[in-house]
């Protein structure tokens, strides 16, 4: 895991640098009088840990960074990069809280262990959430900025699951959505598990 406090600091300098939307500062605001910089990723997978959510939403955008530097033809800007890697998990800000759990150690004995849990307050669905969190704050999101982030999760998302297709169609008009799913997958699989091993 990375050093959060480095991590924070190089968050904020890319948002400052890259992102010019109206309201960036107000946004920045209130993040920083968040947990989003402390909090999880996840309960028990990638980045559960504190840090975790600063240290994916930055593997994100660096991930996302490469895949757009493949496709130049698709004109994406280092602002749009910026936002939905950066801010795509905004929902999980408020989100988990710590609890206990009973579980064996090594030798088979129950010990209580410190977890996170999920605490929602704000129950309106994952990607959903993230784009109505960042329109409280950002102006004039694009509807590829907004497709990406809500549709972030590709069939992990619960609508998918339930067989609404709105993310097949999102993937098939917008690539922007598509390649910020591939940099959450490579980042969460590929780069997380992996040094959490």
Same mark, same amino acid.
């Given at each position: ?14 948002? !400052?640098?890259s992102i010019k939307r109206e309201g960036i500062e107000e946004l920045l605001n209130w993040i920083c009088s968040s ?19 600063? #240290? ?5 955008? !660096? ?5 757009? #530097? !493949?496709?130049?033809? #698709? ?11 950066? /801010? ?12 206990? !759990?009973? *579980? ?9 262990? #410190? *977890?996170?849990? *999920?605490?929602? +307050? /704000?129950?309106?669905?994952? &990607? ?26 590709? &069939? ?5 699951? &339930? &067989? ?8 098939? +008009? ?21 040094? +959490?091993?």
């Open positions: 895991m990375a050093n959060i406090e480095e991590l924070k600091q190089e968050f904020l300098e890319i948002c !400052r640098n947990d989003f910089f402390r909090a999880p990723a996840s309960t028990k997978f990638h980045g559960s840990y504190p840090g975790g959510l600063l #240290e994916h939403s930055m593997n994100v955008y !660096r991930c996302l960074k490469k895949i757009v #530097e !493949r496709y130049p033809e #698709e004109n994406i800007s280092d602002e749009t990069v910026a936002i939905v890697s950066l /801010f795509h998990d905004v929902c999980k800000v408020h989100y988990y809280k710590t609890g206990t !759990r009973n *579980v064996k150690d090594e030798s088979g004995k129950w010990i209580t262990k #410190e *977890v996170y849990e *999920v605490d929602e +307050q /704000f129950p309106i669905g994952h &990607g959903e959430k993230s784009c109505i969190i960042l329109q409280w704050f950002l102006k004039k999101l694009t509807v590829d900025e907004l497709l990406a982030i809500r549709f972030h999760m590709g &069939g992990f998302d619960a609508a998918v699951k &339930g &067989g609404d297709t709105s993310a097949s169609r999102a993937y098939d +008009q917008c690539p922007l959505a598509v390649m910020l799913h591939l940099a959450d997958l490579e980042a969460s699989y590929l780069i997380e598990t992996k040094n +959490q091993a």
